[in-house]
C-alpha cells in the first residue's frame, strides 16, 4: 500500500498530508502518552506518508503541545523537516494552568495572538509554525489588529500560513479583506453535515481553497451514539462496508467526507496505529453518489428535497 502523498491547501498555502493527524487526545485529554509514546506515534505517522500534525495550544490545559515538543526533541532535529506542523489559538481557558484566565472566552487581540505564537513555537520546540490557525471566532475581533499581528509573526519567520478555525462564511469573508487565509478548519461528518448547505463549502470551492476538518467521522455521537438516528446511520454504514470490501466503518465516513468536490482534508484524531494505517483505504475509496446520499438520507432521516 502506497503511503499518502501532500496535497496543496490553496495556491497561497502550504502543502500537507492528504490526511492530517489531530493531537487532541494524544495527551492529558486522552490516552496520555509519554514522550517516547508520542514519539513512537510520530514515527509512525510519518512512515505512513501522514507528515502533518494538528494542535491547539489548550489542548490538554496547555500541556499537549509541550509533551510533543519533548518527543520531537528525542526524535532530533532533522525530523522537524519531514513534518508540517499546525497550531491554533484564541480560546482562552479557565485552568491552573493559566490563572489569568477568569472564565472561558475568546482573545484575538494582536499581543494575545503573537504571545500565543511564540508560545507555541516553545512548546513544541521549534523555530516556525507551518500554519497557525485562530481557533475560534469572537465577537470583538478586529481584522486590522488581526492582520497586524499576523504580518509581524510572518516578517519574523516565525509563521508561515495562517487561517481559521470554526468561522461562518460571513466572517472568513470579512478577515480575508485584510489577511491571506489559506483554510478553515470545521467540522463535517453525517450528523453534522451543515458545511455543505450554509455556504462553508461553496466559499471556499469557489476560492479553491481547502477546508481542514475535525472530528470527520463524527466521534463519539457516531461510535457512541444511541439515538434512532445513529443506528440507523451505523446500519447504513455497516451495510456499505461489507459492500466495499468489508472495510471499517471509518473507512466508508472518510470516503464520504472526501467525495466532495472541495478537497476536503480530514484532521483523525485517533490514537490507534491500526486506525491510522486504515485511513489510507479511504482515499482510493470511490463511493457510489446512490451511496453517499444513502448515509446522507440515514444521517438527516429524510430523502433529499
Not at 495556491?11 to 487532541?24: C, E, K, Q
Not at 490516552?31 to 514519539?39: F, R
Not at 491547539?56 to 523537516?81: M, P, W
Not at 509581524?152 to 500560513?161: C, I, T, Y
Amino acid at each position: 500500500m502506497n503511503a499518502i502523498d501532500q496535497v496543496n491547501l490553496s495556491s497561497d498555502g502550504p502543502n500537507l498530508s492528504r490526511i492530517v493527524a489531530g493531537t487532541m487526545t494524544w495527551g492529558e485529554w486522552g490516552i496520555d502518552y509519554s514522550a517516547s509514546e508520542i514519539a513512537d506515534m510520530i514515527g509512525h505517522c510519518l512512515d505512513l506518508g501522514i507528515t502533518s500534525f494538528d494542535h491547539a495550544d489548550i489542548y490538554g490545559h496547555y500541556s499537549t503541545e509541550a509533551s510533543f515538543g519533548h518527543a520531537l526533541n528525542k526524535l532530533g532535529t532533522s525530523v522537524r523537516a519531514q513534518m508540517e506542523l499546525i497550531t491554533k489559538c484564541g480560546i482562552r481557558l479557565e485552568t491552573n494552568r493559566r490563572p489569568e484566565n477568569r472564565l472561558k472566552s475568546y482573545d484575538l487581540s494582536r499581543d494575545y495572538i503573537i504571545a500565543s505564537a511564540e508560545q507555541s513555537l516553545k512548546n513544541l520546540q521549534t523555530d516556525y509554525l507551518d500554519l497557525f490557525l485562530l481557533h475560534r471566532p469572537s465577537p470583538l475581533m478586529n481584522p486590522a489588529e488581526i492582520a497586524e499581528a499576523f504580518t509581524h509573526l510572518e516578517q519574523s519567520g516565525k509563521v508561515r500560513s495562517f487561517g481559521v478555525s470554526n468561522f461562518t462564511p460571513s466572517q472568513f469573508g470579512l478577515l480575508s479583506q485584510a489577511v491571506t487565509l489559506v483554510t478553515n478548519q470545521v467540522e463535517c461528518h453525517p450528523l453534522h453535515p451543515d458545511c455543505f448547505y450554509d455556504g462553508t463549502f461553496d466559499q471556499l470551492l469557489a476560492a479553491n481553497i481547502r477546508p481542514m476538518v475535525w472530528s470527520p467521522l463524527g466521534g463519539a455521537k457516531y461510535f457512541k451514539g444511541e439515538s434512532t438516528t445513529v443506528l440507523r446511520l451505523r446500519d447504513t454504514v455497516k451495510t456499505l462496508a461489507e459492500k466495499y470490501g468489508n472495510v471499517g466503518e471509518d473507512v466508508i465516513l472518510l470516503a464520504w467526507l472526501l467525495k466532495h468536490p472541495v478537497g476536503a482534508i480530514p484532521v483523525v484524531g485517533t490514537t490507534k496505529k491500526e486506525r491510522l494505517t486504515g485511513t489510507r483505504l479511504a482515499l482510493d475509496l470511490e463511493l457510489e453518489t446512490q451511496d453517499w446520499f444513502a448515509i446522507l438520507e440515514a444521517a438527516v432521516g429524510h430523502e433529499v428535497a
